[in-house]
């Protein structure tokens, strides 16, 4: 039945029943008899056809209990219980059709909203062209309110967007020139202009389509498994009525039964309660291919994660600058830069952001050459600099300080470049790629969720993989792995327990496809591999995928619920109807009452229940300050690493400088920034978070800052004119390799704390308010 005719059906019926009820009250019995009997029969016709076509397709016919009532009571002429049947029969489609459609609503609304033409500039005018004519290098004019047809590039706006059909995220966000938008969001602001970067089908929003198809036709094996248990009820059922028949002598009884026994609560609750969460996972950004993924998800025991792009950032970014000759730190940069900008490589963007990020003002360089992978040479400003690895700007041996640097780097988890200006080693750069801020939440609680296992993949080197695995606490750590080495790994996994497999959702696919449930994280896992993931976060980060867990786990859990209770409320109605307390009419009723709170009970998915919920949210203006104070202070930590490094090499002027810089950091920032927090900030993130003072340790952590800052103010005021005296140095690089380590840990766990209260956190760089 369609949806029409489920409605109308169901009109049919409570009009039947109200004609047979007037006369019966008008002493027509005669007539309100055939009015019952009419409504009966009429609706076992569309009953009677849908179990034939079960039957065709060799599909358990559980509609037979329905149309056995049915007719049984017509027989016996119960025909008010029949036509109360009728009513339950036609009562149960249209809460199915309505429950459904409720529980698809996201994903029906992701369907529909898809773009079906655009607008094209060509030349001075504008031509609507149809969304598949789009090819990558067009120019489009996307106009206020319209939907973003393809995936392309910022090329006149700038661009206000709604991504919350994709991201779950109400929040608007501003793309400027040359920043690349992902097809599906909303234009919330001025027509905007954007160059096609792919066509409509290789675009994002056509994977989210692709998977969004396949989640409405895919059959989770939870439904198929309450499939069979429905067709396992049916003989069941018509035992017990045969039973309570032989028992009693009397046909009413297994009439009683068959009326109560109909297994709605098998056959709607648990499809419903899947889709459900299949469409709760939507709204929040978290696209899944199918019922049956979500059901494999909430078992899952052990999760592999890639580590670049996943649990880093997936961009590397300079953190120290090292100097080995006369150049200096500012100038090594902006000559390095200045050769990169000519580089496609990932490093050498880093270094050019970098070197804009500090202000500094890049020369065109000339004469350029690049030796893929190795490195880049040529002339800035007269000036002869290669910057790349270190055996190709000088093969042969390295020297101990070389050697002991990059050992150092190593151990950090680092990458590093070097510099050569004008024939002579100027400097170095170390580059890491950060861990995502949300990371180690997020693995603690995958285990608190249940996970025995988080391991990380890589194909890094086994010493920057540890080091990762180490800071963000994996159980283990699978590194120098080929992509077909993780593919096996993953498979291995699968062995001992259910295996999610999280990836970037392109260099991952294999390893996707291998797994229980493959995640691809952010847009662009929808676009390349939507065959191989079984799930998509739209949202680039790590944190949604517990999220996606946690529906998927209460996703199960309710449809377990739905179908245990209202089957268990059925054979208790059945034992009542078997030993002659339950008359028809009245089982029919009752019946009518399980589906409906079986079904009502299955929509609960469609909510994220009360756990997970945050205790409190950090206000957007506290928010915008504390990040703005942390971008700040950031940068001038890693001068307390640097000195700590350099100051045994430095003569003794040099690092008297260094240390009253030093000491003016500490005293003029790091000082009054703590105890701002301690006065100011942690009370009001304290009563946020409630409990008996939830923030000691981390004020505890300010304690130990203000201790060692009064060290090294002690070994500066003890220092002689001329500089340090070589039995300080010890004490003196002690106490600022422990600033930096606390005040790095400290930075680390506001950090932490501040995301899980704020979920736009990371985008907040407005300046601190007045």
């Known amino acids: 039945m369609d949806f029409a005719r489920r409605y109308l059906l169901l009109a049919f019926t409570v009009v039947g029943i109200a004609a047979g009820g007037v006369a019966w009250v008008a002493d027509a019995h005669r007539a309100a008899d055939i009015a019952w009997a009419a409504t009966a ?253 979500i059901e494999v998800l909430a078992r899952a025991r052990s999760v592999y994660l890639d580590k670049t792009g996943t649990l880093t950032a997936g961009s590397p970014a300079v953190t120290r600058v090292a100097v080995f000759g006369q150049v200096t730190e500012p100038e090594v940069l902006r000559l390095a830069a200045s050769l990169d900008q000519l580089s496609s490589h990932v490093m050498a963007a880093a270094l050019v952001r970098a070197a804009r990020e500090r202000g500094l003002a890049l020369a065109l360089p000339s004469g350029v050459a690049e030796d893929a992978g190795a490195g880049i040479r040529g002339t800035v400003e007269g000036r002869a600099v290669r910057v790349g690895r270190f055996d190709w700007l000088k093969p042969g041996d390295v020297p101990d300080h070389v050697r002991r640097f990059r050992r150092g780097v190593l151990r950090e988890g680092g990458s590093t470049v070097f510099v050569e200006v004008d024939g002579e080693l100027a400097g170095a750069f170390v580059l890491q790629d950060p861990i995502r801020p949300e990371a180690p939440r997020a693995i603690r609680a995958l285990k608190r969720a249940g996970v025995a296992q988080v391991v990380m993949v890589t194909g890094d080197h086994p010493a920057v993989a540890d080091a990762v695995g180490a800071a963000l606490g994996v159980d283990r750590v699978i590194a120098g792995c080929s992509p077909g080495e993780k593919v096996e790994a993953v498979r291995l996994a699968k062995h001992e327990a259910v295996t999610i497999m999280v990836g970037d959702g392109i260099n991952d696919a294999p390893a996707l496809a291998a797994a229980d449930v493959g995640v691809a994280m952010g847009a662009r896992g929808a676009t390349s591999s939507s065959e191989a993931a079984d799930m998509v976060l739209m949202v680039d980060r790590l944190d949604r995928l517990v999220e996606g867990l946690a529906i998927a786990k209460r996703t199960r859990r309710i449809a377990v619920e739905s179908m245990l209770v209202g089957m268990a409320l059925s054979f208790v109605a059945m034992g009542f109807a078997a030993l002659g307390h339950l008359p028809p009419v009245f089982g029919a009723l009752l019946q009518e009452g399980i589906d409906v709170v079986a079904i009502l009970n299955a929509l609960r998915a469609l909510g994220g229940g009360a756990a997970g919920r945050p205790p409190g949210r950090l206000p957007a203006g506290l928010a915008a300050e504390l990040r703005a104070e942390h971008l700040r202070l950031e940068p001038a930590l890693d001068q307390l690493r640097v000195l700590a490094d350099r100051i045994e090499e430095l003569p003794p ?118």
């Not at 991201?167 to 905007?192: D, H, I, K, M």
């Not at 004020?699 to 070994?715: D, G, K, M, Y």
Request: charged share 20%.
């Open 41 to 293: 029969a009429i609706t076992s016709v569309p009953v009677g056809l849908s179990l034939l076509r079960q039957l065709l397709r060799r599909q358990g016919g559980v509609d037979v209990i329905a149309l056995l009532a049915m007719v049984g009571a017509v027989a016996f002429g119960e025909y008010l219980a029949a036509a109360v049947i009728a009513l339950m029969v036609a009562s149960g489609a249209a809460l199915e059709e309505y429950a459904s459609a409720r529980a698809t609503r996201e994903l029906s609304a992701l369907l529909q909203r898809a773009p079906r033409s655009t607008w094209r500039l060509e030349g001075d005018a504008l031509v609507e062209i149809a969304i598949e004519a789009v090819r990558p290098g067009d120019v489009l004019v996307v106009r206020d309110s319209d939907v973003v047809p393809v995936d392309g590039i910022v090329v006149q706006g700038p661009a206000v967007l709604d991504e919350s059909a994709l991201t779950g995220e109400s929040r608007l966000v501003e793309r400027g020139l040359g920043e690349r938008v992902a097809s599906g969001v909303v234009n919330a602001g001025s027509p905007f202009r954007l160059r096609a970067a792919a066509t409509a089908e290789a675009s994002t929003y056509a994977g989210i389509i692709r998977l969004v198809r396949a989640a409405q036709e895919t059959k989770a094996p939870l439904v198929r498994l309450a499939d069979r248990y429905a067709a396992f009820f049916v003989p069941v059922t018509l035992a017990v009525a045969g039973f309570a028949w032989a028992i009693s002598g009397s046909p009413e009884r297994a009439l009683a039964v068959i009326v109560v026994a109909t297994p709605c609560p098998l056959l709607l609750a648990a499809p419903v309660a899947i889709v459900s969460g299949v469409s709760r996972a939507a709204r929040r950004g978290i696209v899944v291919k199918g019922g049956g993924a």
């Open 653 to 770: 002027g040099e690092a008297a400088v260094g240390m009253a810089a030093m000491r003016a950091f500490l005293r003029d920032d790091v000082i009054p920034h703590e105890q701002l927090d301690e006065r100011e900030v942690y009370p009001q993130l304290g009563a946020i978070l409630g409990g008996h003072d939830p923030l000691g340790a981390m004020s505890r952590t300010h304690q130990e800052i203000f201790h060692l800052c009064r060290q090294f103010e002690a070994l500066h005021d003890d220092m002689p004119a001329a500089g340090p005296d070589r039995e300080d140095l010890t004490d003196i690089r002690r106490v600022l390799y422990a600033l930096h380590t606390v005040l790095r840990l400290n930075v680390a766990q506001e950090e932490e704390l501040f995301l899980s209260l704020d979920d736009h956190y990371l985008e907040r760089a407005a300046a601190p308010a007045a």
